[in-house]
């Protein structure tokens, strides 16, 4: 007596198998032209910039009680795709020969000779902290530290914020200067700091937290600092020591100064060769390229497995930013490829209505 | 030396801003809301609610397997409720001391009321072996909203994204408030007569605090007929 074991063909729907085989998965759409969100290869998804309107001076927006309390100085919401990225910014006021950037106590050997190398430079950055909602409480992922830093540092190389632009002048409560002769003699900052709350993620978070950091810092207003009349100066033989109440305008701000020409948009590629020995169907097959494919804006699991990426950020004219990731086999002619996409894609967002705000 | 290198917290020594006394926020409340499911899309459920400025995402994820455990017969729940970094919190403060509670005090309460009333509604039996975990998400608040007027909203948000994430539930809960000048009370109601929680400074059981329970009814009848018609047109829109 023999048994007949009948194997019966399993078949999953897109999302079963883009978790299973993510790169046969990727491999199939490829073949036809598409990609698994059904956009095409060098699409961007829409992106729509707006500001939340619950700073504090940000009293353009009919927002009422919500202005006009609290530290908010800035704030965004910048969503792409289904994918979502709220940003607010605030601040803290720092005495500038004190900022610990050089306490070798807090410091790794590597930040270090990173604040070593900051120390004469007149740029700023901002404290940025990213959030993506994952179903999981607890510390920063990797993920989310990385972006962070990421941030911190290209603003910072990138010079969008100058020191100067973020030093406090002193007055008087309400308009008068202060005089010469009160001025005192250490200076004050502000620094400033950044949450973003990313919301359904759907793929690499970096452009869109990037952008949402960039639209808030457009709408951030600084508040006018003056010195209470609370002041404190205790004098320990010849130390002398002053201390004052900086208290900040409930309602005089002047915008944040950031250097326009400095303000750029990031896009990310995915680049992945068509594999011939996935089984297709000739007469479906859509694409005939032996070389390399470009994917702008990788979306969905499926493509999240794609090890060569590419970011670029650019103003729409200039270059201000690059980093390759699996760079292995990335030819001149793909950069190129990315660069010229990059250019339009930040041409396109940066002079759209959204952005002009 | 304790140092937090996971996150970018910036310098050390710092002092906040200090802003002059600004006018006092208006007192009156708008009771209007704005609802809406579905929005986030890596979970099981998901609302938005907006009331009067203030700003509430709760997301649902679960049932998921639980591996915390080597057997539990039904799910652990757990809830997660996060103040965004720089709202205004002073409004925020409990009437009975009147002093500004430490913001992981505040949460951690928050959480314990919000855990025992949705222990109750839903059906944890029906998922053995799996977790289910609620996060609220206060994104932005209007000053003027007092703790238990927060508290009213977050419970409605929760309450309407376990409807969008199919979790078996006993019911639609609806929270209601009153509000008074000397007592603030909200009671969430997961049907007539039927009580989930209350959440109150009363500190004596008199007729004050009957008349307030009946405030609180009324409120959330009156929310339950919105937030079932608003579900029931979302039902009907989709097919």
């Known amino acids: 007596m023999s048994q007949t074991a009948s194997l019966k063909l399993n078949r999953f729907p897109p999302d079963v198998l883009a978790r299973i085989a993510p790169d046969m998965l990727l491999q199939k759409y490829l073949q036809i032209g598409l990609r698994p969100s059904l956009r095409k290869f060098d699409e961007f998804r829409p992106v729509v910039i707006s500001c939340a309107g619950v700073g504090r001076y ?6 009422g009680d919500i202005n006009g309390v609290g530290s908010v100085l800035g704030s965004s919401i910048v969503k792409s795709g289904k994918t979502t990225a709220i940003c607010l910014i605030s601040g803290a006021i720092v005495e500038d020969d004190h900022e610990l950037v050089n306490d070798y106590r807090t410091k790794l050997e590597k930040d270090i000779i990173d604040s070593d190398t900051h120390k004469d430079n007149k740029n700023a950055s901002v404290y940025t902290e990213v959030e993506i909602s994952r179903g999981a409480s607890g510390p920063p992922n990797e993920e989310e530290i990385a972006v962070s830093h990421r941030l911190y540092e290209t603003i910072y190389h990138s010079g969008l914020i100058e020191r100067d632009a973020l030093r406090i002048r002193l007055g008087y409560k309400g308009s008068e200067e202060l005089e010469q002769e009160f001025v005192p003699h250490t200076n004050y900052s502000f620094v400033l700091y950044a949450t973003i709350q990313v919301f359904s993620r759907a793929g690499p978070v970096y452009d869109l937290c990037y952008g949402a950091l960039i639209s808030a810092l457009r709408q951030t207003r600084l508040p006018a600092v003056y010195i209470a009349e609370k002041r404190t100066e205790a004098g320990v033989r010849r130390v002398r020591v002053e201390e004052y109440d900086l208290v900040c305008e409930a309602e005089k701000n002047e915008p944040l100064k950031l250097n326009e020409n400095k303000i750029a948009w ?18 479906k097959m859509e694409i005939d390229t032996d070389g390399k494919i470009l994917l702008a804006e990788l979306e969905g699991e499926a493509e999240e497995n794609i090890d060569t990426r590419i970011t670029v950020s650019s103003n729409g004219s200039t270059l201000s930013g690059l980093s390759v990731y699996g760079a292995a086999g990335v030819t001149k002619e793909e950069l190129r490829k990315a660069f010229d996409l990059a250019n339009r894609r930040a041409q396109y967002v940066l002079n759209s209505r959204e952005m002009e705000m | 030396m304790n140092v937090d290198r996971r996150r970018n917290v910036g310098p050390a020594n710092v002092k906040p801003l200090v802003f002059a006394e600004s006018r006092p926020p208006a007192q009156h409340i708008d009771p209007k809301i704005f609802l809406e499911t579905g929005l986030i899309q890596n979970c099981s459920g998901s609302s938005y609610l907006e009331n009067d400025k203030t700003i509430i995402v709760t997301s649902i994820y679960g049932p998921r397997p639980n591996f915390a455990r080597s057997f539990n017969d039904q799910a652990s729940l757990k809830v997660s409720v996060e103040l965004s970094k720089f709202l205004p919190l002073d409004n925020l403060k409990d009437n009975r001391k009147n002093i500004t509670p430490d913001k992981e005090r505040l949460v951690a309460s928050l959480e314990s009321f919000m855990l025992s009333n949705f222990q109750s509604l839903i059906l944890l039996q029906n998922y053995p072996k799996s977790s289910i975990e609620i996060f609220v998400q206060v994104v932005a608040l209007n000053p003027a909203h007092s703790l238990v007027y927060t508290l009213k909203n977050i419970v409605n948000g929760v309450s309407v994204a376990l409807v969008d994430s199919g979790l078996n539930i006993r019911s ?14 909200a009671v969430n109601f997961s049907g007539e007569d039927e009580i989930l929680g209350i959440w109150s400074d009363f500190a004596a059981f008199d007729e004050s605090f009957d008349s307030a329970i009946d405030t609180c009814e009324k409120d959330s009848l009156q929310l339950r007929k919105e937030i079932n018609g608003y579900l029931l047109q979302k039902a009907t829109a989709k097919q």
């Open chain 1, 58 to 63: 940000e009293a353009s927006e009919p927002n």
């Open chain 2, 172 to 185: 639609v809960a609806s929270c209601g408030y009153s509000g008074g000048a000397d007592h603030e009370m």
């Open chain 1, 266 to 283: 990031s896009s990310t590629f995915g680049l992945v060769e068509l594999d011939r020995d996935v089984p297709h169907d000739e007469d």
